[in-house]
């Protein structure tokens, strides 16, 4: 059962809240505790910059359940801590916050008392510690998670509306640990920079509109920091 929190993010029976970075932002996060262990990271059916396969092992994170909302940005730029957009925050506020900078997504989670994921905890988060495809297993899925939309063409044309929705939207595509939107929405900034460009940093997740990308959770891309979109997200970690 959900209950609905501040802008879009859910608090999920038996899911731990964390008021963390309260004294400065007010804000409340529903944020999952990814344990520690190994996990397989990297395809070998993906691109090459996914390869080899590796197993890593990780120290216990906690991870945002969703993609940070407009509301929640909206908060951080009342508190001038976070440059205004150009877009309407106040416009659909459980939407997923974009148009988003690296430098920008950065500066919310340290609002927030947390910090940008590295590939490695979004990948794990994802993932979990199978190896599978993409969050909820292996076989690609429509119904699954908001991708495969371009100006009505692609896989998922006439299934999904090639465009951002409310986080939360796809509880069918939760990964292992039960975080939302690993797959599709919105690409998410992540910590890394690029290892064959270190000029750019990382995104993970595909969009709404990837249909030439699959939403598989070692794929990987990467954009230089100032760049902005209207598919490009992000969410926090912290300890």
Not at 64 to 87: G, I
Request: glycine fraction near 10%; hydrophobic fraction near 35%.
């Amino acid at each position: 059962m959900r209950a609905p929190l501040l802008g879009g993010i859910f608090l999920i029976a038996g899911a731990t809240s964390n008021n963390l970075g309260a004294a400065d932002s007010g804000l409340e996060f529903d944020r999952v505790v990814v344990p520690a262990g190994p996990f397989r990271r990297g395809s070998a059916r993906g691109a090459d910059d996914e390869r080899p396969v590796v197993v890593h092992a990780l120290s216990a994170f906690r991870i945002d359940r969703t993609e940070v909302t407009r509301a929640m940005y909206a908060r951080c730029v009342a508190s001038h801590r976070c440059q205004p957009l150009a877009l309407d925050l106040a416009e659909q506020p459980s939407l997923p916050v974009t148009q988003v900078n690296w430098n920008e997504a950065r500066a919310f989670c340290a609002y927030v008392g947390g910090r940008l994921p590295t590939e490695e905890q979004w990948e794990k988060a994802a993932r979990g510690n199978s190896g599978r495809d993409y969050p909820w297993g292996n076989d690609l899925d429509c119904s699954r998670a908001n991708w495969g939309n371009f100006d009505n063409e692609g896989p998922c044309a006439g299934k999904n509306p090639g465009r951002p929705v409310a986080v939360g939207s796809y509880p069918q595509g939760a990964s292992p640990y039960g975080v939302l939107d690993m797959a599709g929405n919105v690409w998410e900034w992540v910590a890394d920079r690029y290892n064959r460009d270190p000029s750019r940093r990382v995104v993970r997740g595909g969009s709404c509109c990837s249909y030439f990308v699959e939403p598989r959770a070692a794929n990987r891309n990467a954009w230089d920091p100032s760049y902005r979109d209207a598919d490009l997200g992000f969410r926090c970690v912290s300890r």
